[in-house]
């Protein structure tokens, strides 16, 4: 798989259930974020975990580090329709660089249904 | 909050005729980047710039492509001679250190 590659492709829950999904990356990195994409809009960051962190929360949010396996999971607890969207995890990676570029992931659509 | 503005949100171009895209990043941040997404393709990165110049750049942003900060509030990306290949959002972002804020994007379309 591609650097930052998330699953499902697409998950479907009822309001009210927890949504997990899940991502993978192949290259060492400073850090992994989760961004969220309404359709057709623009990117809203969510979370953002460092490489020497494995588990973060925020509100509803949880996300958790597994450097040794390359692989994040992003956890939406009590989730609401309005959580529908598309959920992309992003990694920076280790560059000699001041600005860092993200590598973005295909992302998971995620749809909340009520 | 502060957001980053793009402007404008849709841009319809023919082949071959330069576009200019917009961007006012965040005021107080210092490094700023431009991304595209193709239509249901993932969002790609295209370039970084930071104290003035370019940080770093990936394959697509070849000779057509260029970027400018002609005054302190403005980010801007140029496509000299668009391909309908082009055709996509472009995001502009901008970070004080490491999260990212991006703009609402323009969609450029290539006729």
């Known amino acids: 798989s591609q650097q930052g590659e998330e699953d499902p492709q697409a998950l479907s829950i009822q309001e009210g259930e927890n949504a997990t999904m899940n991502c993978s990356y192949k290259?060492?990195?400073?850090?992994l974020q989760w961004y969220r994409q309404n359709s057709g809009r623009g990117l809203v960051h969510l979370i953002l975990i460092r490489s020497n962190e494995r588990e973060k929360h925020s509100g509803r949010l949880r996300v958790t580090l597994d450097t040794s396996k390359k692989s994040s999971s992003l956890l939406i607890t009590a989730s609401r329709a309005a959580d529908t969207a598309s959920y992309f995890c992003?990694?920076?990676?280790?560059?000699?660089?001041?600005?860092?570029?993200?590598?973005f992931g295909s992302g998971t659509q995620l749809t909340v249904l009520p | 909050e502060p957001e980053v503005t793009q402007t404008p949100s849709h841009q319809v171009t023919q082949m071959g005729q330069e576009v200019i895209l917009r961007c006012v990043p965040i005021s107080n941040h210092l490094y700023f980047y431009w991304y595209r997404q193709i239509l249901g393709q993932k969002v790609e990165f295209l370039v970084s710039?930071?104290?003035?110049?370019?940080?770093?750049k990936s394959e697509i942003f070849d000779d057509q492509f260029s970027v400018e900060r002609p005054d302190g509030s403005n980010f801007t990306l140029k496509i000299r001679s668009t391909k309908l290949e082009d055709s996509a959002m472009y995001f502009c972002?901008?970070?004080?250190?490491?999260?990212?804020?991006f703009g609402p994007g323009t969609r450029l379309t290539v006729t």
């Open positions: 972002a901008s970070s004080e250190r490491t999260k990212q804020y």
């Open positions: 290259t060492s990195i400073n850090n």
């Open positions: 992003a990694t920076e990676g280790i560059s000699s660089g001041s600005a860092r570029q993200l590598t």
């Open positions: 710039f930071y104290n003035n110049e370019i940080s770093e």
